[in-house]
């Protein structure tokens, strides 16, 4: 997880947004459909963002094996059980631009944790979900700041070695996600750090609206598509990235 400093001064930040996830599950798109979403502040402007997520995937094999996250559960953790995670993966983490001089980050409304490996199990334990609040901060970035929420599909090669393993995700058909903000979101697929580095971070994306009432979307592999910007030589459409996925993410970024 990518942990800007935090800064004294709240002028510091161009814009807040609060968050919160309900619940993520994985069901066949041509049935119960649930929804993954995440939301995150920017710069200094104040709104609140609640979120009921989950993915669909196209398989009732998948289906079986991936078990729902649903923040409301007496027995859920910061795991999600993908049907393709290792015991290293599948956990919720933060990402942001902290490594190219940003200093956009999550502030959760409760402390995490305060032992390592200083998971969000208090966090989803009050807020039978994920809540908090991103704030986005350029800095000294030379780009639009952006702060983020995600899982591994699959996990980390070991313990010691970070570094993100793929899966083939193809088979869930899909992604759903169900919920309500009032800033948009992106739903990234991340393909590993290598790969997304290769496509310069334009990565198949769908759009998430702004809705201050609970939004269900549904989305097929195919309806994640690059940016139109981006004319590099190595292409990626949803269906080619589903084969190996490593990392759902959810992203806010603006000025």
Not at 132 to 137: E, F, S
Not at 148 to 173: C, H, I, M, N, P
Not at 199 to 227: C, E, G, H
Request: aromatic letters at 16%; a negative charge; hydrophobic letters at 35%.
């Amino acid at each position: 997880t990518n942990s800007p400093i935090l800064y004294s001064s709240a002028s510091y930040y161009t814009h807040k947004v609060n968050f919160f996830f309900f619940s993520l599950a994985i069901f066949p798109i041509w049935g119960q459909r649930y929804y993954i979403t995440d939301v995150f502040k920017r710069n200094i402007m104040y709104g609140k963002v609640t979120l009921i997520s989950a993915l669909c995937a196209a398989s009732a094999v998948y289906a079986s094996t991936f078990k729902t996250w649903n923040g409301a559960d007496d027995d859920v953790y910061d795991q999600v059980q993908t049907g393709l995670n290792t015991e290293w993966g599948g956990f919720w983490f933060t990402y942001g631009d902290d490594g190219d001089g940003g200093a956009s980050m999550v502030h959760w409304d409760m402390p995490l944790n305060p032992e390592y490996p200083y998971t969000l199990d208090p966090i989803i334990y009050e807020c039978k979900g994920i809540c908090g609040t991103a704030m986005l901060n350029k800095w000294n970035l030379t780009y639009t700041p952006f702060v983020g929420l995600a899982f591994s599909v699959v996990g980390q090669l070991s313990e010691k070695d970070r570094t993100l393993v793929t899966g083939d995700a193809s088979s869930w058909g899909g992604l759903c996600v169900t919920y309500t903000s009032d800033t948009d979101i992106s739903l990234e697929l991340g393909l590993g750090e290598v790969t997304d580095s290769t496509i310069n971070y334009a990565n198949p994306a769908v759009p998430l609206p702004a809705s201050k009432t609970s939004n269900r979307m549904v989305f097929s592999w195919s309806d994640f598509k690059q940016p139109s910007s981006y004319n590099g030589a190595v292409k990626f459409d949803g269906e080619t990235a589903a084969k190996q996925l490593a990392t759902v993410r959810f992203k806010i970024q603006a000025e």
